[in-house]
């Protein structure tokens, strides 16, 4: 395979899993999931996430659990727990005012990075 494809994956493309510690986003892709589904479960999260993910490195499910909690103490969500139906309870997420403003602000500094980016993709291909 040749140098800079997925040796993990076998794509026939760059991946990111092979770029070290690339942040991956979860935190905005969070916001974004709570705004447009409203509260949610973590696992119902999950499942979205990859979906919805900036890179195509997974998004490992502590992962999002840490950053679940990291939004809860900063007061951007909410949880409480659901005692109802049979199984056992399970914690609802839900995005807080506070949140969507933080989400706000990640898509200025999305916007920003994306320009950035583009600049330097600019610059390597001309080289």
Same mark, same amino acid.
């Given at each position: 395979m040749p140098r800079g494809l997925c040796h993990r994956h076998g794509a026939d493309r760059p991946c990111t899993c092979a770029m070290g510690n690339l942040y991956r986003f979860v935190e905005p892709v969070v916001l974004l999931l709570?705004?447009?589904h +409203?509260?949610?479960?973590?696992?119902e999260l999950i499942s979205a996430l990859n979906d919805h993910a900036l890179t195509d490195a997974r998004i490992e499910r502590a992962?999002?659990?840490r950053t679940l909690k990291q939004l809860e103490d900063n007061g951007y969500v909410v949880s409480e727990w659901?005692?109802? +139906?049979s199984g056992p309870a399970r914690h609802v997420y839900r995005l807080t005012d506070s949140g969507e403003k933080h989400l706000l602000e990640w898509s200025i500094v999305l916007e920003k990075l994306s320009q950035a980016m583009s600049n330097f993709v600019s610059d390597v291909k001309a080289q």
């Open positions: 709570l705004k447009k +409203g509260p949610s479960y973590g696992y992962a999002l659990y659901d005692v109802s +139906g």
